[in-house]
Structure formats: structure tokens, C-alpha cells
């Protein structure tokens, strides 16, 4: 059975070309059949990376019509090419012998297997394996066997690696894990089994749904698998376990081969998580956003209900203001005269009503935070105690975070005299610190406020997190990046050696130019005139009078007929055809859309839309 080809036009030309070289070797044939057969399994080889079936010859007709092109030859004499299969089987040798071409024996299949098993170890996908595949046999300049074979070689590789991972994780399971593993899934008559509990999607942002997400992270270190190495199975393996685990019922897990169940778990397990913990730091930052906003709210009423005594107050400002620079009234005189226009009584009330705002709880919003202490020593604590982070060159912080966790653990009141402040905005330092006493209060909630925008601005890490883990752990790892970094430079045609990486790139950029240059006067689109670059222009279209009127016609007709809508009217109207917001909320609100949330997502969308910030929109 023949295979079907499947390749791109760019493919055709970019692989199909046949070069001087190639042109040399057709040409060593003796007749104009002989020359076009060559040619045509010349190019076919590049393709494809196999060899055209020589009984009956196998011809397909795009490259056959290239390659006849190419070489001036008709394509219909490869009719007398088809009938000496001799010729055409010495053609192919000669072929693999200039191209430098392997045939597929046991000694490649054996590399091959040893390729293929380590792709099967991160990927499950058998077409992405068999692409990789292909690759691997080019790169080697081995000859592709039959697809049947490949795909049976990938199909015994891919048993034998998650036979390899299945045993190298059950290999560090004692009893006790085993056992935990089990009741996880385990359910009674009247009650669900711990693992729906797990599944279950965070709540709105709240102390309790932060609670309930720390809860989780209780459980599954309980279990014991976070201590686990299974750097064997990769993120891309590791979250299709997940994802498998996470659509399968308690009943369907515990009907599962061993070893299965217990690499599902553990991979189910890690990546669940890695997720909390994220979601716990992400509950952090709404928490801290919502207590400010409220902080904010709160002193812009006040302000709003002392408009009048702030009137008044600036009323008094500008009299006294007037009076002072006014240059006929003597020092000796000023004072009588600032009270001539307003009185002391006046001024007075004026200096008290305004005491609150200038020096008082509302002249900064972080007096208001902290009135909300109480609110964010609800989860303050658990937050701190299970989640561990690491500065990437802040250690006042750390510091700050381990004395706080002292604290909470011997349940004491007051900081220690040596309290790290550095941390702290100088802004803020004056309102923490007073008479050289640190209000613990103030500085915790300084803290907590300053490990979520430490964390937004990546300069502090949280462990085991997906998103706000350090930024060197989302590379590959230096060992791995070693054994293949030869490999990568020399498919790449770079330089591997960094001194050598400054010339490299100024030869390549000075070969480019000198290529440029030796075509300058036959390059129509761009050249270099004067020391200038001089650059084609298309040509503009020129309408005759008459075609010009038609369009006129045509613009105004469109502009009385077209129905006009506003981008949010579309937005929402393609959202109650598509539901496309349903996909920018959490789990928990996908079901049930609330309009203001349909709202909020239409209207970031717009912001980013238009490089705005989305208050200046809602603005």
C-alpha cells in the first residue's frame, strides 16, 4: 500500500530545490528518462526521507512536474523510466551513497528505541512522537522505515516508558503513603471521599475560601507525597495524569491496576497542589485589594462629608493667604488685619475640622487598613504557616516573615526591639514607628501588603507554585540543557562558544550585506542610493473619472445603510451567542454568569484592547 503525501508547497520548494550539485549528478546520466528518474527520486528522498516504491514506481505527480521543470525534461518520458526497475534500484543506491544517506538496520532501530522511549517519557501523544520521530531519523540522515514500523516501535516504547514511570514512582511509596493513597479514594455510604473534596473549585475570594484552600494543602502533605522525586515524569505528563485523575470518579480510580492508581494520584496530587498554592496567593492579592479599596471608599465619603468644613477651610486659607502677601499691610499690622476678615473663632474651628484629615486617621488610607486588622488576621496566619516563600535578594523580608511566624506560633503580642523595617516604605515608616515603638498591628499589615507586591513584581518567590515560583525553575534544568546543547547550536548554526559569538555574528551579518550587495542592481524592492535606502512603492491604482464617481457612490450608499453599534453592545452580543466570558471567570462562576462579572470581563478586554487602563475606562 502506498502512503499518502502530505507536504506543503513551501516544503516543495524549500527541500525540492535541486541545487548545482544536485544538477551535476543528474546530469551524469546518459539518457533524458534515466535524467529525470534520478531527479525525480533525488527530490523525493528529500521530502519524504524514503525512497519511492520501485514495483510498480511509485509517481507522484506535483514532484514529478517540479523536478521536469527544473531539469528541462519532459514529464511524460518517465514512462520508459518506469520499466527498468534495475536502473531505477542502482538510481537509489547511487542516491543514498551522495546524499550520505543509512538504511534503517538494528543497530539504528536501536537508537531509535532509546530516542523514542525518552519522548514517551514526557509526551503521550503518539502523532507528536511520530513527527519527533521523523525529525530524529532526518537529523541522523537515517532513511525513514515504513510507517507501519514506526508506529510499532512508538507503541512499545510508550508501554515500556510508563511501565518505567509507573515503577519508578511506586518504588518510593512506603505503607503509610499507601495506605493514605487508599482512603483518599475510599467513600462511605453518607459521605464523599476525600479526593472530590479536592477537586472541588475555590470559592469567592474570602477569609474562609483561603481557609478551606489551606485546608487542602494540609491534606495532601498529610498524605506524604510532597517529599516525592518524580522529576522522571514531565509537566506535560504530569498535568495529563492530572486532568485524567481530576474527570474520573473514586469508583473508576479504585478499579485501576496499582501501579496506575498510584502514579495517577501522585501526579494528581503535586499538580492539585501547585494549583492551591496558587490560588492561595491569588486569594491573597483579592483579600489585600478588596481591604484597600475599602480603605479608599471609606476615606473618600469622609472627604465627601467634610466638603464644607474643607470649604471653609480653604476659604480661610485664601484670605490669610492674601493678607500676607499683601505689601501695605506692616508685619506689626498683619495680625490684626488676618483677623479682621476672618475671625479667631472662625480660624479655630476651621484647624479643628480639618485636624482628622491633615494628621488624623484619614490623612493616609493606611490608617484605614489597619482599622481592618481583625479582618486579615483571619487568614494571616494559616496563609504564613503553609505557604514558604523565598526572596530573590530581599532577605529583610524573609526575616520579617519568620519573626511574624514566631509570633504566631508562641502567640505573642509584641515585636522584638531588632523588628527589620527596611521593608517598609519610608512613608509608612512614620506611621508604624512612633516614639521608637513599632505598632505590631501597622507593621503586619505593612508586611502582608508588602509580600503581595513583592510577589506581583517577582521579587518574591512562593515554593511549589505554577505562576509565582522563581524564573529560573520555568527553564530547563542545567544538566539536561548540557546534554543536549551541542545538538541545539549545530542544528541552529550557531556558535556553542561565547567568545567566539561577537565575530560569528559579524561575519553573518557582513556575508548577508555582501550577498545583499552583489544582487543590489537586480533587487527591485529595496537599494541603496546615496547612502540611502531606497525601497519599492507600489504603484498607486488610478481611477478614471467615472470610476471615481461610482465609488463615491458606492461610500455613501454604505455609510446610509450600515448599521452602526457600539463596541460594548457588540461585545455583549456576541457573548450571548458565544458565552466567551465564561472562560476568563473561575470554575465556580462559569456555570452561573452574574452580570457585573460579564460586565468587568467585557470591559478589561476593551481596556487592553486600547492600551488603557480599565479605571480610565470605567471612567
Not at 534520478?38 to 514506481?57: D, E, G, M, S, W
Not at 519568620?402 to 512613608?427: M, Q, Y
Not at 464617481?549 to 453599534?565: F, G, Q, V
Request: glycine letters at 2%; hydrophobic letters at 40%.
Amino acid at each position: 500500500m502506498i502512503e499518502p503525501q502530505i507536504y506543503s508547497q513551501k516544503q516543495l520548494i524549500t527541500l525540492g530545490t535541486l541545487l548545482l550539485s544536485d544538477v551535476e549528478q543528474v546530469m551524469l546520466c546518459r539518457r533524458d528518462h534515466n535524467k529525470l528518474g534520478f531527479a525525480y527520486q533525488l527530490i523525493f528522498v528529500k521530502l519524504h526521507n524514503f525512497f519511492p516504491v520501485q514495483t510498480p514506481f511509485e509517481i507522484v505527480n506535483e514532484i514529478l512536474v517540479f523536478a521536469s521543470v527544473q531539469i528541462s525534461i519532459e514529464q511524460h518520458i518517465i514512462i520508459d523510466y518506469t520499466k527498468r526497475q534495475p536502473t531505477i534500484s542502482e538510481h537509489q543506491n547511487q542516491i543514498r551513497e551522495y546524499l550520505q544517506l543509512n538504511i534503517f538496520n538494528e543497530e539504528v532501530q536501536e537508537q531509535l528505541e532509546k530516542f523514542i522511549f525518552n519522548e514517551a517519557l514526557r509526551l503521550e501523544n503518539s502523532n507528536i512522537i511520530l513527527i519527533k520521530t521523523q525529525e530524529f531519523l532526518r537529523d541522523n540522515k537515517w532513511l525513514r522505515p515504513s510507517l507501519d514500523t514506526l508506529r510499532r516501535i512508538i507503541g512499545t516504547q510508550k508501554e515500556k516508558a510508563k511501565s518505567h514511570i509507573y515503577q519508578s514512582i511506586n518504588n518510593q511509596l512506603n505503607q503509610t503513603i499507601i495506605d493514605n493513597l487508599n482512603i483518599l479514594i475510599a467513600t462511605d455510604e453518607d459521605k464523599y471521599s476525600q479526593i472530590e473534596f479536592l477537586k472541588t473549585p475555590p470559592s469567592i475570594a474570602s477569609p474562609k475560601s483561603i481557609l478551606l484552600l489551606i485546608d487542602k494543602l494540609k491534606l495532601i502533605k498529610g498524605i506524604g507525597v510532597c517529599l516525592m522525586n518524580i522529576s522522571i515524569v514531565s509537566n506535560n505528563y504530569q498535568k495529563l495524569l492530572f486532568k485524567y485523575a481530576n474527570r474520573c470518579s473514586a469508583h473508576r480510580l479504585r478499579e485501576l491496576e496499582e501501579k496506575h492508581r498510584y502514579t495517577v494520584l501522585v501526579c494528581f496530587l503535586l499538580q492539585i497542589y501547585q494549583d492551591t498554592v496558587d490560588y492561595v496567593i491569588d486569594t491573597h492579592f483579592k483579600l489585600m485589594g478588596k481591604v484597600y479599596k475599602s480603605a479608599k471608599n471609606e476615606l473618600i465619603l469622609e472627604l465627601h462629608q467634610q466638603r464644607k468644613n474643607i470649604n471653609n477651610s480653604l476659604t480661610a486659607f485664601n484670605k490669610i493667604g492674601n493678607t500676607i502677601l499683601d505689601d501695605n499691610i506692616q508685619n506689626e499690622q498683619l495680625r490684626e488685619a488676618i483677623f479682621k476678615k476672618i475671625s479667631k473663632h472662625d480660624l479655630a474651628q476651621c484647624i479643628n475640622s480639618t485636624e482628622e484629615i491633615i494628621s488624623g486617621k484619614y490623612s493616609d488610607t493606611f490608617h484605614l487598613v489597619t482599622k481592618r486588622y481583625s479582618y486579615l488576621r483571619q487568614f494571616a496566619p494559616a496563609l504564613l504557616e503553609h505557604i514558604e516563600f523565598e526572596s530573590n535578594g530581599n532577605s529583610d523580608i524573609i526575616e520579617a516573615i519568620s519573626i511574624l511566624k514566631e509570633l504566631n506560633d508562641d502567640n505573642k503580642r509584641k515585636l522584638p526591639d531588632d523588628a527589620p523595617t527596611n521593608f517598609i516604605p519610608s512613608k509608612l515608616q512614620k506611621i508604624i514607628e512612633v516614639d521608637g515603638e513599632i505598632k505590631k498591628a501597622d507593621w503586619e499589615v505593612a508586611l502582608l501588603t508588602k509580600i503581595r507586591d513583592e510577589i506581583k513584581a517577582g521579587n518574591l518567590s512562593v515554593t511549589n507554585s505554577k505562576r509565582f515560583d522563581k524564573f529560573d525553575n520555568f527553564f530547563m534544568p542545567d544538566s539536561e540543557w548540557k546534554k543536549i546543547k551541542s545538538d541545539f547550536f549545530k542544528k541552529a548554526k550557531l556558535s556553542e562558544n561565547p567568545d567566539e559569538v561577537g565575530e560569528f555574528l559579524t561575519q553573518r551579518l557582513n556575508n548577508a550585506y555582501d550577498n545583499f550587495l552583489a544582487t543590489d542592481k537586480q533587487n527591485s524592492y529595496a537599494k541603496v542610493e546615496n547612502d540611502k535606502w531606497i525601497l519599492s512603492v507600489d504603484p498607486a491604482l488610478e481611477l478614471t473619472p467615472q470610476e471615481e464617481a461610482d465609488l463615491n457612490k458606492l461610500k455613501i450608499w454604505l455609510s446610509n445603510h450600515m448599521e452602526s453599534i457600539k463596541l460594548p453592545d457588540l461585545l455583549i452580543a456576541v457573548d450571548n451567542e458565544l458565552h466567551l466570558t465564561r472562560h476568563f471567570m473561575s470554575p465556580n462562576k462559569q456555570s452561573q454568569r452574574e452580570v457585573d462579572d460579564v460586565c468587568a470581563v467585557l470591559a478589561t478586554i476593551m481596556a487592553h484592547g486600547c492600551f488603557i487602563g480599565q479605571t480610565q475606562w470605567q471612567d
